[in-house]
Structures are given as C-alpha cells and as structure tokens.
C-alpha cells in the first residue's frame, strides 16, 4: 500500500494523500450509525485527468475505491468496507457555468450545495437551485446520486430529476458523458438520448465518480410565503397532500410530527412554501392553497395554523436548521434518519408504524415527509438521534432503524439512501430480474469490482 | 474534534501527524462561527487549546513550535530579540515615553521587531498623534502579549508573560492601551483581567475611527478601489467589523468592494495561533493566505486594506507568490489615510 500511496502522490501532489491513522479515522465513519471501517488510504483529485489516472491505477492493481462527497449521507455508504481508498471530491468544487436563459448550472463533483447557494445569490439572485436540508457542505453531486430531494422538489420532483447531464470517470477511467453534453456544448437536458445517467443514479458510488454535471435552476421570487396546515387525524393527509399539490403552487411541502415542543404533540402539521413575483400573485397563490383544503377548514377538523412573520422566517430559512437542532437533542452529536420513499396514501400507516418504534425502542424520535412533485411520492423519515458515546444509545437507534426498515418495506415503501443491512432487505424483496440486470451492467462497467464493493450485493 | 473524541476514546494515539493537525488551527474562530449546535460550539476552541496542551506535556509538537514557544520562553517575544530592542520601531520619530498619557500604545511582538510591522508600528502612531491622541510608548520591559502562546495551549508560558507585562503596566499607572495588533488587543481585554490586568483596552482603528474628522485630506485624490480583510482577533472573536470600515469609508476617493467571504465569514489570512512563525500550515496553492489574496483579487480592488501586522505580512507574502503584486497592494488603514492627508 505505501507504494500505491506514493504512486497516489505522484498524481495529485503529496499535501492530497494520507495513508496516516489520523485521516484513516476520520474518514472511517460518518455520523450516523453504521460501525467505522478503516480506508487504507485517503486522496483528494484537483482535477477529471486526475481521478483519471487514480481509476486507472486503482483498477490495475484492483484496490477499492469509494467516492465521497460531503460525507454527510449518515448510512455509512462512504465506509470502505474492502478497504482501498476513499476519493474524496471537495477539491473539484468549481461552478462553471450558469445559463440563465435555459436556467441550468454546470458543476465540479465536489461543488456543495452552499457554494451554489452562495453563488446564485451574488451573481444570479433571480435565480435559485433546490436545496436539501442538509448542512450546506454536502455536494450536489452526492445528494444528485442518491435521489435526494430538498425545498423545491413539489416543483421539481426528486433532485435526480432535475439533473440535465453528466461527466463519469468509469472504474477503467474511461471519462463518459451524459444528457445534452455529450453531442452538444449545452447541458440542457439528459432528452432525447439514451438516459445513461441512471446508470450512476441511486448505485451508491458502485458504478463511476462523478466529475462534472448539470443541474436546472429555477426562478428566485421576490416575494416568499408559508403556510402551516395542521389536522389530527392521520388518515385524512393523503387527500390532504393531494389537494394541495394538486392547485401546482407550492414549491416545497414538509409535513412534520414531534412530541416537542409541547404544542405539536399529537398533531400532524404540513409546511407549504411558495412564492411570486408580486404580492397580488403571492395572495393569489395563498387563496389557492386554502381553497383546495377548504372542505377540512370548513368542517373544523383540520386548519391553517396563524403564524406571525417573525415565526415565519424560521420556516422559511433555507436550509433549514430545524434538524440541526434535533440532532443535538441527545448531546454527543448522533444522528440518523431513514427516509422511505413511497406513496402518499400510505402515510397513516407509515406514522402509526414510527409512533411504535419509537415506543418500543424508547428513542428520540422525530417524523416528516418531503413531497415530491405533484404528490407523485413522499420521502418519508423517522428520525433518531442518539449519543455517539454511549454504547447503549447508539444500538437502541440502530434496533429503531431497523425495524423502522423492515415497517417501510412492509407498508410498500424503499429505504432511502440506504445503509447495508437495509440494502440487503431491499435486495431480499427486489425482483430477480432486476437484480440480475444489477449485477450484469455493474461487472461491464467495473470488471475487476473495485467501485465501492460491499455496497447492493446479497 | 473527531480526532480529540478518538484520542479520549483510546482509539488513536497522539503522534506526530495528530500534532501537526492540531498545531496547524489558527484559532481563527470560523469553527464557533459556523457551527449550530448551542453551547457546545462556545467550547471548541477552548477545547482544541486543552488537545494542544496535552501535546505540550507529552512534548510532541512540531518543531516550529518548539521553536516558537523557546524564543518567547528566553526572550519574551518570537523573534529571539532583546527585549531591549523593543522599542527600537519608534526611533527617530517623536513618540514620547509613556509618563502620565492618556493611553500606552503597545506595537506588539510584529510592530516591534518585524520591519513591515515596524513601518505598520509607525504610520499608525503617526496617525494616532496627527489626530490629537495623548500617548506613549514603553521603552523595554514589556514582553509579548501572549495571545498566541495562550491559543498553542502553553498556558504557564502565557500567564508567566502575561504577569509580567501586568506587572509593568501596573506599576507604570497604566489605565488605557490601544494596541496594534488585535491579537494584544484580544489578550489585554479578555484574558489580563483574570491575572490582575485591568484596563482599558482598544484596537487602534476604534480610536481612530471617531477621529476621522480631525484630519485633513488632500483634495482631489486618485480614487481607488479597496477591499478590507477582517482580522480574527478585531471581527470574530471581538465582534468589531466596523471600526476600520469606518475609517475607510472617511477617506476621500477610496471605494470599498467587500470579498465573499467578509465580517463574520472573513477567511483568516492564516497566521494567528502562532502559525505566522511555526510554519505547521502549508504555504502551498490553497493555504489560507493565497486563497485570500485571489479572493481580493477577483473583487477588482487594487489595495487589500488590513489592520492587523500579522494579517499584512502574511498576505503581502501570498500576494507575491501569487504573482499579483504588480496589481494588488497590501496596504494597512493608516497607511492608506497617512498617504491622502496633508
């Protein structure tokens, strides 16, 4: 391995390689619960020619490679569980263009979403790009490649869908792109060409390391709003959330339940943001959203909440820093959450079966939803935060997730972004067919398994 | 904090690369700044100072800093220099020793002994007494402040220095200071008054600042684009961000173009903890000191206006290696103003 380190360094300068114990720990684990594995090394490419050449290398003398973006993913999917090293893509971190006509950036792999945040703002402020809530350091790319969603996914759908193209360095280090870019100069769209993206979209860093891509933007409004509608009854939310996409306003949709504070217990609570370009839309838009639930307000059984402004700039923080809090609720900096995707008629079911867990395994629980387009799914996540320093803590949340796993499959519903053990359950109930096609497309593209092996594999 | 967690946890040893790590923090407080967990970010440069102090007492540190923390042992300052030379910066100027002023100013290890910060040292008490302001200066005795040496997790070396400085301060009757360098000025006024050092403690801007109107500027000047870098010790740690902006914004034909990251999420420049003479951080491409200087660049500003001896000396380096020198200049406030008065 010293060798290989060595020969690491020759591709990339010496300060972007460690084999030492001190980066080896810290990029054993995230903070979530999976247990640490060490890599045998750490590098960090500056440039597509250099992790180019770290495949190439990698390849020829078969050493696993797991990309990572911002390390944030809290299901362990950047351990290397075979060792080998971890590529970590912060370095390739440049926006490197915007259209604003056709409203899409072109991105480095390791560009975070504040960046673009950040970017947007200053030189593009009528535009804007759908954030998740993560903390501003995780990468566009990560969160493109496992499905994640954010504050405009009711317009815009999962994040992977308004992904417009792609740059791969495949484990041979052949570089491929896909979408628009690979005919064209523009990154407008992966249509009308064979999709070759989902070839790296949801396979947990098994099949390529993303270089570059495209990412659509939408428009910034100058005028923005929320509305919380709160009901009791858990039955009534998939008409509820079906109502209120279906006026198409609203550009994010969270509904959320927590025993704290006090006041929420009990109640199931749907955030709506939208926006307009002048307070008449805005008002227009609002008058939309109350109609469309007009027959539970009507009935007194469900409601909007009234929120005075300052109580709504909270809300209406992007990202917001409500998880942040509730990741600390245990103290000891402990946190991890499955997201199940699945269909919004199963949200009574799929509450009911959080409320369980969390009584059984006696954890600090938090739910929600994000919807994703016009109700066509929700991601719906139980949230458990624990104590990295006690033992006990961190395998009671890990008993809950579990179970949390085993309840989403069973209502119908895919663990999200998910950890081994639940990889392997999904596999268990997957079609053989498409397990099989799994494996073919995956030992064409990396013949000598070197792409973050012991992730989707039976 | 990971690695110190670790290290409590018996699951990695201190060594050498863990030391760099460590010794290689600036303390420059972007980490509190930024990080949302309440109460436990108050802590973390507390805690990241403990984690140094223990590589202190097992003796491995990186040999900058052994270096560094000896010469301020034996000789109370980082250079190595006579404290006797101290007050070398204000010769042949017309400062006064300090008697019965109102304020001590104190030029600080950079303003005394480095010739940047010397010629820093002077234009900004040139200025100080073109405004009116009653000082003096010490003319050896005093030693470092230790602000940095604190930050390094050399506690006993600090309270050594710091006692000794009270002590002189005290027995001179010393009741106000206006400081050079904001590293001082976060020591005298955060962490002297525990050891027996109260006064009153200003950055020299903050003086300045409200005495703008008392100087005379050259009519028709040569506008100028300017950006201003915060220093840690001024903006994060001691919540000043307007002080120099302020007297920036008084002078005629200067323009103001913020960087990026500016105020609370100004990047450090890379040289406090220590680091401007332990070296532990890179100078390479992406060491903070470069990286500012592209930012300042990219704003189209032709002067980078500092107010801190470390922050100039670190950034004219990165703006030389950059290659940018011929464009960008590093100029500190006073400078800038001393140039456009009459």
Known sequence: MNDFIRQLAEITGPGFVSGEPEERYLYSMDQGTMPPVSPDAVVMPGSTEEVQQIMRLANKHKVPVVPMGGGLVLSGLTRALHGGIILDMKRMNRILKVNPKSRYAVIEGGASEGMLQAYLKKHHPELKHSMPDAPPIATLAGNICIHGSGHLSVLGGFHSDMLTGMEVVLPTGEIVKSGSCSVSTDWFARAPLPDLSGLFLGWSGTTGVVTKLGIRLFPSYAHNDMLIFVCEDADLMPDVISRLTGVQVAEDMTPWMTPKPEWARGFLHINISYGAHSKKELTFKRNLLQASVKKYSDQKIAGFLPMPPPQKSRFLKIPSSDLVTFADLRKGGGFEYVGAIMAIEHFAEAYRAGLNIARTYNVSYSMGARIIGAGHAMMFFYAYAFNRADPEDIKRAQHALEATNTAALEIGGIPWKSELPAQKQIIDKMDPGTFNLMNKIRSVLDPNHIMNPGNWEK | ?342
């Open chain 2, 1 to 342: 904090m990971w690695l110190l967690r670790a290290w409590l946890d018996g699951k990695i040893t201190l060594s050498q690369r863990f030391a760099e790590i460590m010794f290689s923090c600036t303390a420059c407080g972007n980490c509190t700044e930024h990080c949302p967990f309440p109460g436990f970010k108050n802590l973390l440069l507390e805690a990241f100072t403990s984690g140094r102090e223990s590589f202190l007492d097992d003796g491995l540190v990186p040999a900058g800093v052994r270096d560094y923390l000896t010469r301020m042992q034996l000789h109370g300052n980082p250079y190595g220099l006579p404290g006797k030379k101290r007050a070398d910066w204000a010769a042949g100027t017309d400062i006064a020793p300090f008697t019965d002023q109102e304020y001590l100013f104190y030029a600080g290890d950079e303003g005394s002994y480095d010739n940047r910060g010397q010629e820093i040292a002077r234009s900004a008490s040139r200025l100080l007494a073109k405004a009116g302001i009653s000082f003096g200066i010490l003319t050896g005795g005093e030693n470092s402040d230790g602000n940095d040496v604190r930050a390094s997790g050399e506690t006993a070396l600090f309270e050594d220095l710091a006692k000794k400085n009270t002590d002189l301060f005290n027995n001179k009757n010393v009741k106000k200071i206006i400081t050079l360098s904001p590293h001082s000025f976060n020591s005298f006024k955060k962490d002297y008054p525990k050891l027996g050092g109260n006064y009153q403690v200003f950055h020299y801007t903050q003086i300045l600042a409200f005495n703008m109107g008392k100087l005379k500027f050259r009519e028709n000047p040569e506008p100028v684009l300017a950006t201003y870098h915060d220093p840690c010790y001024l903006g994060r740690h001691n919540l000043d961000y307007y002080s120099p902006r302020m007297m920036l914004s008084a002078v005629p034909g200067i323009k103001i173009a913020e960087m990026d990251r500016n105020k609370k999420n100004a990047l450090c420049c890379g040289g406090g903890g220590g680091n401007l003479f332990t070296n532990v951080l890179s100078s390479g491409y992406e060491s903070p000191a470069r990286s500012r200087a592209r930012e300042a660049k990219a704003t189209g500003a032709k002067i980078i206006a500092v107010s801190c001896p470390l922050c100039a000396i670190m950034l004219e380096d990165a703006v030389k290696t950059e290659g940018l020198a011929g464009d960008l200049r590093v100029m500190e406030i006073s400078e800038i103003i001393n140039d456009r008065i009459m």
